[in-house]
């Protein structure tokens, strides 16, 4: 069949390289995708937040038979809809599921409503309101847009004048625009952070292995929120014991609850996870395959993944077994400098000699005058599999030596935290 995969990141490099392994795939298109899928896919310049154009486009193209469509916007955006709606086969949740990551203040109702653990909070849509309330509330804070915003709407807050600038910058200065319209503001929780996703058609919950990220910009968790540096798999204090207390006290919950909303949630959840004094919290959800968690989960993947997903679109993931890989895997994100605030494009990317069972993924790429270029802030993902994520960090790491452009940067830490926490 052909599939036409929607996004162009580093994420989506790694779902069309999962995709080509499946016999079932005969021609990958990608809107826009960027020069490391180029090599594996047909890009198509269409502006994937143009729902309806992107329905148009594949009316007149004829010959596609499957959507995959990625990324929050145009999830949010109703695109599923609009190809169903024309009788094509997509997947992704709907608009009234996808809410669950496009409204923050949606998502914490949710969990209050039906008593799924997650952080105490707020919800303020009028500035006065909420600067009033940060004069007295218990510090350190966080503070979420309620909307979209690149994995960047959130700022953990230090001081109570941190959380003062924090407010006004979301508000008033609308630093992520509309997105900052409505502040959830959050107890700060403490404890280890793992990213728990899983397959689901809305019945059948399949949960992947987790990963554990690496948001802040520079090492020792420093610097400003990214929408990831890095990130390694499996996390180290997941253990059988949590995941069933993550089963049963967030996953079927939430999906139960999706259903109760009558917002039946059909593709990827992503639990954003703390493991608390208290137990496991849910710190966010997501709507869709993480990034860069993708680049280290579906390499582990067995299962033929266009498998897995007609299973979720035609409402029987329970008949699929899907099976994991032994051992760990590491994603160390290049980036440019400046991210993630103001960084310049077009610096020529240039590859050594890799080794050949390191995969490149990439994310902020394009291609001049027959040259790799950059276009983004995180530029490509360095991954690398092993016996253990310490055997894989390595490998990442010796091998992210090898690559150049101007003003690139990394972290040099990713993989190292947790391996001192005991697994439950």
Known sequence: MNVLVIGNGGREHAVIAALKKSPKVDKIYAMKGNAG???????????????K???????????IDFTVVTPD?????????????RGHRAFGPNKNAAIIEASKAFSKDLMKKYNIPTAQYETFSDYESAKKYLETCAIPVVLKADGLALGKGVLICMTREE???????????????????????????VGPEVSALAFTDGKTIKPMITSCDHKRALDNDEGLNTGGMGTFSPAPFYGEKTAQEVMEKIMRPTIDAMNAEGRTFKGVLYFGLMKTKDGMKVIEYNARFGDPETQVILPMLKTDLMEIFEAI???????????WEDG?????????????????????ITFGDL????????????EKDGKVVTSGGRVLGVVAKGADIE????????NAEKIHFDGMYYRKDIGIKYRDIAKE
């Open 313 to 323: 679109v035609d409402e029987r993931l329970d008949e699929v077994d899907i099976e």
């Open 53 to 63: 154009a992107v329905g148009d486009w594949v009316d007149q193209k004829g010959d």
């Open 355 to 366: 080794d050949k069972d390191v995969t490149v993924y990439h994310a902020g790429t394009a």
């Open 163 to 189: 959380a003062q600038d924090g407010l006004k910058e979301m508000m008033l200065d609308q630093k992520f625009g509309s997105a900052g319209n409505k502040v959830v503001v959050e107890e700060f929780l």
């Open 391 to 398: 055997a894989a960090r390595r490998k990442v790491y010796a």
């Open 328 to 348: 760990a895997c590491v994603c160390l994100v290049l980036a440019s400098g400046g991210y993630p605030e103001k960084y310049e494009k077009g610096k020529e």
């Open 37 to 51: 899928i180029a090599k594996m896919a047909e890009l198509v310049n269409v502006d994937y937040c143009d729902v």
């Open 73 to 85: 916007d145009p999830l949010a955006l109703g695109l599923v809809d609009e190809l169903q709606s």
